[in-house]
């Protein structure tokens, strides 16, 4: 691993469903890392399906609107995060963090 590895510091989601209106998303966080240009965000689903987002900031978030995969919550699942640099560096996987769900 050549850049360094982020930390994830929260990873939560939140689902409402109703009779007319269903809507959930997913938020996650995590440190910066130096002369990282991109992050890829790797979320885990309980049953083992998977999916990788890209991002140039520190954070994701993504809602039901515009991504099917996080649609039915997000129980049970993991979030990892890796850097990317120049010249096809990049960093260690982040540890393993839960997806809490989030209450108001």
Same mark, same amino acid.
């Given at each position: 691993? *050549? ?9 939560? +989601? %939140? ?7 269903? %809507? ?13 240009t %991109?992050?890829?965000?790797? *979320? ?12 140039? +900031? ?19 699942a ?5 850097? %990317? ?5 990049f ?14």
């Amino acid at each position: 691993c *050549i850049l360094g590895t982020p930390t994830v510091e929260y990873a939560s +989601y %939140y689902k409402s469903a109703s009779r007319y209106f269903n %809507y959930s998303y997913v938020t996650v966080k995590w440190s910066e890392v130096e002369n990282a240009t %991109y992050y890829k965000v790797r *979320i885990t689903k309980a049953d083992g399906t998977w999916k990788e987002y890209d991002t140039t +900031y520190t954070a994701f978030y993504s809602t039901n609107y515009t991504d099917d995969f996080i649609a039915d919550g997000m129980d049970g699942a993991t979030v990892i995060v890796k850097a %990317y640099g120049d010249n096809d560096t990049f960093g260690c996987w982040s540890e393993d963090v839960v997806v809490t769900k989030y209450g108001f």
